[in-house]
């Protein structure tokens, strides 16, 4: 009787594949980078945003629910590819290094890096000009990356609005951040503004982990039809006012 029981009970979760509920699809996400993802609603206690969107209609189209795991935006990969989460959405951009460990889908969105400085700073015009410079960024983000590379002096935050805190107190010199976010960020903070330097182009997918090439058809399925609907038109419109 006993042993019959465990095995059931092993069957089980051989059969949900160890515990993880199969009609759930886990996205993960960092919530502090509006419009892509920040937390709002009645108590300020939901992730919402662009790209909580597209998770719900890719969760929506395999016919399961989706739950939003909010985490450090330099832990992603990792939970990623530990099982704790199913796919990644999260303003990420699409880079060599990451597709190392990880594929994305189609990309869905194109954005720059941009400089953000106090309204009282010296200019600067190209991005030679930041060698030397204290930067403040996203700690594991394409900002930061780029600072390095650009030889500066860099501080990393673990999100966007504490590296901006940072420049606001005038303990850095600027702040290398994604364009939507940094206008978002910007249009409460009048004490700050937008250099206008020339970065190369960027674009954000969704990740998903090697093992998971069905996954990755259906994200990309699941956009195509957003495109071609034109919900995808759509909720840009909603989230870029
Ligand atoms: N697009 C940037 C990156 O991929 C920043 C993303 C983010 O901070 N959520 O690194």
């Given amino acids: 009787m006993k042993k019959s029981l465990l095995l059931a009970t092993i069957t089980a979760l051989l059969l949900t594949g160890c515990g993880k509920d199969q009609d759930v699809l886990v996205v993960g996400t960092n919530a502090a980078f509006p419009p892509f993802e920040y937390m709002g609603g009645a108590n300020g206690d939901e992730v919402k945003g662009l790209d909580i969107d597209i998770a719900k209609a890719i969760a929506a189209d395999a016919g399961k629910t989706l739950k939003v795991e909010n985490l450090k935006f330099d832990s992603l990969i990792v939970a990623l590819n530990s099982g704790k989460i199913d796919f990644i959405a999260s303003g990420m951009t699409i880079t060599d290094e990451r597709q190392k460990s990880v594929n994305f889908s189609t990309p869905y969105y194109e954005a720059t890096q941009v400089v953000i400085v106090n309204q009282d700073s010296q200019v600067f015009n190209t991005p030679a000009d930041l060698a030397g410079k204290k930067i403040a960024v996203q700690l594991g983000s394409t900002g930061d990356i780029m600072a ?25 010199d600027l702040v290398l951040f994604d364009s939507q976010p940094a206008a978002t960020y910007l249009a409460k903070n009048p004490t700050l503004k937008q250099l206008d330097i020339d970065f190369s182009p960027e674009f954000y997918g969704i990740a998903v982990a090697k093992n998971q090439p069905e996954l990755l058809s259906q994200i990309n399925a699941t956009l195509v039809r957003l495109q071609s609907s034109g919900e995808y038109q759509q909720l840009l419109e909603k989230y870029q006012k």
Avoid: R, Y
């Fill in 148 to 172: 390095k590379e650009l030889k500066a002096e860099v501080v990393a935050f673990n999100t966007g609005f504490e590296a901006f805190m940072e420049l606001k107190n005038h303990k850095v």
